[in-house]
């Protein structure tokens, strides 16, 4: 139970920072668009919420 909520928390956490963050990266570009760099980057960050969140699911799974 621990583990799938892990995976479905850290989940719900990057998809929501991405909506945010990818709206304002759109905005952003079609005002300037030399800032893809920039918003590609920050884009980027949230994807390590959820490889954080698989390996805290494994290590969960193999302490049981």
């Known amino acids: 139970?621990?583990?799938?909520?892990t995976?479905?928390?850290t989940g719900f956490a990057?998809?929501?920072?991405?909506?945010v963050i990818g709206?304002?990266?759109v905005g952003?570009?079609?005002e300037k668009p030399e800032l893809f760099a920039r918003v590609l980057t920050m884009l980027v960050i949230p994807e390590t919420i959820i490889?954080?969140?698989?390996?805290?699911?494994?290590?969960?799974?193999?302490?049981i």
């Open 14 to 19: 990057t998809a929501w920072a991405e909506k």
């Open 7 to 9: 995976v479905l928390g």
């Open 28 to 30: 952003a570009i079609a």
């Open 51 to 63: 490889v954080f969140g698989v390996v805290m699911a494994f290590l969960l799974f193999t302490s």
């Open 23 to 25: 709206a304002a990266a």
């Open 1 to 5: 139970m621990a583990v799938a909520l």
